[in-house]
């Protein structure tokens, strides 16, 4: 049997490399995406067409009501969405969803115990990212330690590991790494405002640094603009 991990699968760039690369590892893998009625839930069609062709063993779509306890710009359409700026690159975004990877992780981890499975993979990057607090090294340490006391795997001395390969990477680094681990990124989709044809806006956050990431690779942006 081949050791089993649970892919968080957004469907875009960065998760989509993650599963790359957990394959690449002979992981089994068991991808999991959430329906939180975001602003952006067409990318679950793309998570759904990723997951068939790289092959995950099963992919379920969650669905979560957790909008009417957070505000955001991603699940509250009163909040416009921002075009990125450097000078607030600082700022915590109005595209932030309070707590959503410790709810995500959290769900994982229980599907994770259940399948038996050794490890959790998610595409947070700590390099080019929104500033979002819960994409950071040491928030990813911390969920790992929670989920080594707080499970049944982790008590009896078999914690549930929690893989971020991408933290480190700058979105060129990561693009880079997906060639060659033969990832079709024009299968991907990263934009907050993306229309039902699935063409990307080219100005939220998510855009301009996956544009930027493209243009630094040297490699072609394959995302359709609108």
Known sequence: MNKKAVILLSGGLDSTTCLAI???????????SFDYDHRHHVELTAAQQ????????EHRIV???IAQLCRSALTDFSIPVPDYSEDEEDEIPATY???RNTIFLAIALGWAEVLNANDIFIGTSSIDY???PDCRPEYIQAFQNMAAIA????????PIRIQAPLIYLSKA??????????????LTLSCYQIDKQGRACGRCDSCVLRKQGFKEAGIPDPTRYY
Do not use: F
Not at 23 to 32: G, I, K, M, N
Not at 173 to 186: A, F, M, N, P, R
């Open 50 to 57: 990723i997951a068939k062709k790289y092959g995950a063993i």
């Open 97 to 99: 969803v309070p707590a």
């Open 130 to 132: 929104s500033g979002y």
């Open 151 to 158: 499970t049944k795997a982790g008590v009896e001395g078999s």
């Open 173 to 186: 680094e990561t693009i880079k790494l997906g060639i060659e681990l033969k990832v079709d990124y024009s």
């Open 63 to 65: 669905k979560l009501d």
């Open 22 to 32: 957990a394959r690449s590892q002979d992981y089994d893998c068991y991808a999991l």
